[in-house]
């Protein structure tokens, strides 16, 4: 992947594991919302509500290193981050494309991996390390409704984030998947119950994405 579309692919990614955004968060990114020096996002969320996510180390790294070559693509006018091979951005149904060929790539069996369920598997393995759950509510933005937490509130139980269930399986301090950044950023989406086979496909498309990348 070292040509800029796929620079940029691999970016997208990247950010959508490492942050845990919409697609439509993804595809309104700006890149005057990248602030690599204190390695957070500017995310401009649903009812436009505005959060700052952390972004781990991987992503940023996978971000700069498109963004040093995005120029090529078009040469865009425009400051939105990701951008199609004419300098236009990009849609959110052109994002979850991008998600369903490399999903083909690493897990040919496997369809229902998408952005969202990248969204959901970043927010299950934070819970799983730790991380407190009103952090991960604050990362994953503002629901439509009002925030029910379920019924759950240990290890192996069910917890809602949002309005979306999230199956835990373990806590205490472990691997952050963001990289190690830190759990202060400032302030989930549709009801969707993620099983545990699926965290782990999401999972292993999270991990065959970056395998793919690095053997290219």
Not at 145 to 150: A, F, K, L, V
Not at 152 to 160: L, T, V
Not at 202 to 214: T, Y
């Amino acid at each position: 992947l070292s040509t800029p579309l796929g620079k940029r692919d691999r970016a997208i990614l990247e950010v959508l594991y490492s942050c845990g955004l919409r697609a439509a968060e993804l595809a309104g990114l700006r890149v005057t919302d990248v602030f690599a020096d204190q390695q957070t996002l500017r995310v401009l969320g649903k009812r436009k509500k505005e959060r700052v996510v952390p972004i781990g180390m991987y992503a940023l790294n996978a971000l700069r290193d498109y963004l040093s070559s995005r120029h090529m693509l078009g040469a865009p006018e425009h400051s939105i981050v990701f951008i199609n091979h004419r300098g236009g951005p990009l849609t959110t149904r052109s994002i979850q494309r991008i998600v369903e060929r490399y999903v083909l790539l690493t897990l040919p069996t496997r369809h229902e991996v998408s952005p969202h369920t990248l969204r959901h598997t970043f927010a299950t393995h934070l819970l799983e390390n730790g991380v407190e759950f009103t952090i991960v509510q604050q990362f994953l933005g503002p629901c439509d409704r009002r925030p029910d937490r379920g019924d759950g509130d240990g290890a192996g139980g069910p917890r809602h984030v949002g309005d979306q269930q999230v199956l835990v399986k373990g806590s205490g301090p472990g691997g952050d998947p963001t990289g190690g950044v830190g759990q202060d950023a400032p302030a989930v989406e549709d009801q969707f119950v993620l099983s545990a086979d699926q965290i782990a496909v999401g999972h292993a498309a999270a991990k065959g994405f970056r395998a793919s990348c690095d053997d290219t």
